[in-house]
């Protein structure tokens, strides 16, 4: 049954779906015509609020930015890509290789986002090859799918942009509701794990039945491309001598010794704040963990080399949401949105609203902290009024992000960059994921809200 619902939806999305720059500048349109028609704003006001929130989103792209580049940079240390090679030799069917790679790229999204997207990149290239080699026919495209397809519970784990911000002293949230709210009453509260260990289950189940008929078309990786095509070359040697500066840069001490600093910093830090996770420390715990792993500086340099190339694209479309995202606030385009969903909740449904609408707005602001901003203050105030949990708003939110990621091409892009796939090679299989998640997030919140 998902085969064949698979099949229109992946030649609709090979036919039509453009770039994802094409796709961001469409969205920007969209949303300046929406906010002509439905809002008092005039043409110079819109164009005005554009142009002054392409640059809303900086401290949170360095943010993303180092959280993406870190985690590519952990998924290619040497002991990371020899757990790599050896999770690739698992599997031992094609319907076996796709629900495993969504798993392992469903358990690091849940560790954090960052690592889920290469370690999903890398281990489709991995599993491909090898599967190659023993004659298994595997398609790349659903395999690189079924990666991206693990990333749908992100929000879930602990680079959750939401929860952390909620946990967050003197954040937004702090402030408005006059306190913090733990991780435990979001990730770590008993309907979260249950709704992200079924929604796991689901998708992995899902990506097998999909696997490719004795008819159907596949695609498998070209021959003599291998996980080395994605890795980042060496510099070039310009001198044949032993210096004191090279044996400097081929020395574990440097890079050691500031693993360790930064170790005994987070040791230091979660004794004194508990268990006050940040952003800031899920980057620093990753680039601690780098720092222990790789075995020089020379080899910490590669790795920054080639991962700085899988952010920029990133970095260069970020703007545009962000300046979607400033005409949805300034002419309060996006409390109209809001408003609607919360003038047709009450506290049973208010979750689930909060929910949807926080999938609609992530198609057209991608961006877990953004969204997050501009949407939880409404739904918070909502919550208090009508006496509901704000973790459960919180979580809302968080789900409706990461749903609607799986028709949304922003957070693909580094994914597919290092597995050399377009968009519209995965997103027939991933709008699958998309219904088959949506109904877990649907009745989770339904769940946590009686």
């Avoid at 939806?9 to 796709?23: G, H, K, S």
Wanted: glycine share 10%; aromatic share 8%; charged share 15%.
């Amino acid at each position: 049954m998902l085969r064949a619902l698979s099949r229109p939806l992946v030649r609709l999305a090979e036919r039509y779906l453009p770039t994802a720059f094409v796709f961001a500048v469409a969205l920007t349109l969209i949303v300046g015509v929406g906010a002509l028609l439905a809002t008092d704003s005039g043409p110079v006001e819109v164009v005005r609020a554009w142009g002054d929130g392409l640059t809303g989103l900086l401290t949170f792209m360095t943010q993303m930015a180092l959280v993406l580049l870190l985690g590519y940079m952990l998924a290619n240390t040497g002991p990371v890509r020899r757990l790599l090679d050896l999770l690739a030799r698992l599997p031992r069917s094609p319907a076996q290789a796709y629900g495993f790679v969504a798993l392992c790229a469903a358990i690091a999204s849940l560790i954090t986002w960052g690592l889920g997207l290469v370690v999903a990149a890398l281990l489709s290239i991995e599993v491909a090859r090898v599967g190659r080699d023993r004659g298994m026919k595997l398609h790349y495209p659903l395999l690189v799918a079924a990666g991206y397809s693990g990333f749908v519970v992100w929000h879930m784990g602990y680079s959750g942009s939401g929860p952390l911000a909620a946990a967050t002293p003197d954040s937004f949230v702090d402030k408005q509701i006059g306190q913090t709210i733990p991780l435990s009453d979001t990730v770590l509260s008993w309907w979260n794990i249950a709704g992200a260990a079924v929604t796991v289950v689901l998708v992995v189940t899902a990506m097998m039945l999909m696997a490719p008929g004795k008819d159907d078309r596949v695609i498998e990786l070209p021959e003599g491309a291998s996980l080395e095509d994605a890795q980042g070359n060496e510099p070039i040697e310009t001198t044949d001598e032993s210096t004191p500066a090279e044996r400097i840069d081929t020395s574990r001490v440097v890079t050691l010794v500031t693993g360790l600093l930064l170790l005994a910093y987070l040791v230091i830090y979660f004794a004194q704040e508990g268990a006050a996770v940040t952003l800031d420390i899920v980057n620093w715990t990753f680039l601690c963990l780098v720092l222990l792993l790789v075995r020089n500086t020379r080899e910490l340099g590669a790795l920054v080399s080639k991962a700085a190339a899988n952010v920029g694209e990133i970095l260069v479309q970020f703007p545009l949401y962000a300046g979607i995202m400033g005409i949805m606030t300034t002419t309060g385009l996006v409390t109209i949105l809001a408003d609607f969903f919360v003038s047709i909740s009450n506290e049973t449904t208010l979750g689930l609203w909060a929910f949807l609408a926080g999938g609609i707005i992530n198609v057209f602001v991608p961006s877990g902290g953004g969204q997050f901003a501009i949407q939880a203050p409404i739904f918070l105030d909502a919550a208090k009024q009508l006496g509901v949990d704000p973790a459960i708003v919180v979580m809302g939110v968080s789900y409706g992000d990461q749903w609607t990621n799986m028709i949304q091409p922003f957070w693909a892009l580094p994914m597919l960059a290092i597995a050399r796939l377009r968009i519209r090679d995965v997103m027939g299989f991933t709008t699958v994921t998309l219904i088959v998640s949506g109904i877990v997030f649907a009745a989770t919140m339904v769940v946590a809200s009686l």
